[in-house]
């Protein structure tokens, strides 16, 4: 497909698991973004890749999230010791890159609905 | 005071009807808005995106910025079912951090 893809789409685990989620940008985005969506809320930033660098993981919530883009293409977002508070939807967004250096409008995958027991 | 307020709804309005959506901002940097539909279990959709004040169409949506009273509008003619969904709104200020409103519930009854 040419979208962004997630997998898995559900993830259970049981508290104190270590978690992996998959985001498959569009072919030839240089940005990748991931998000967490609580229940009713927007989508909160966590973290940003141009190609393999991250530029910015000011929004990880602890140093039990770890993200990264080895080859500037496939990128994980790895969660350690997982907490109930990490249940959510984890969504990831690709997009091109302007001559500025500015982004052009991001397209989403359906997320990867995490559910910590 | 959160960067982006946005009436979280429902909204409940009749097939036909003019939908109005809202959001308003705190942050004068950001330059750039849009507005992302979200359907159930799905990724959000980007069905605006503008840089200036002003208005813009397409279609049945209809996207208006005032950068000056920094507060951003979604105007949907002739409803339908099939638009219901959450109502994102979205803003950059350059770079590469995007803030999301919370969105507004829309339900459009047959």
């Known amino acids: 497909g040419a979208g962004v893809s997630q997998s898995p789409r559900y993830k259970v685990a049981k508290r104190g698991q270590d978690v992996a989620l998959r985001c498959d940008p569009i072919s030839g985005h240089v940005s990748l973004f991931w998000y967490q969506q609580a229940l009713g809320q927007g989508p909160e930033f966590l973290t940003y890749f141009q190609n393999e660098a991250q530029l910015d993981k000011s929004g990880l919530p602890s140093d039990r999230f770890f993200a990264e883009r080895p080859e500037g293409s496939v990128s994980t977002l790895k969660i350690q010791r997982t907490q109930q508070e990490d249940s959510a939807v984890y969504l990831c967004a690709s997009s091109l890159l302007r001559a500025d250096n500015s982004n052009q409008p991001q397209h989403f995958g359906d997320g990867t609905r995490l559910s910590i027991l | 005071q959160k960067e982006v307020e946005q009436d979280p709804g429902p909204l409940s309005v009749p097939e036909g009807a003019i939908v109005s959506l809202n959001c308003t901002y705190s942050?004068?940097?950001?330059?750039?808005f849009m507005w992302y539909r979200q359907y159930s279990r799905k990724g959000p959709e980007l069905l605006m995106y503008?840089?200036?004040?002003g208005n813009k169409e397409d279609g049945r949506f209809t996207a208006q910025v005032d950068k000056s009273s920094k507060y951003i509008s979604l105007f949907i003619r002739d409803s339908q079912p099939s638009d219901s969904a959450t109502y994102l709104c979205a803003h950059g200020a350059g770079g590469f951090k995007t803030i999301f409103g919370a969105g507004t519930r829309l339900f459009v009854k047959a």
């Open positions: 942050n004068s940097a950001f330059q750039y």
């Open positions: 503008t840089y200036s004040s």
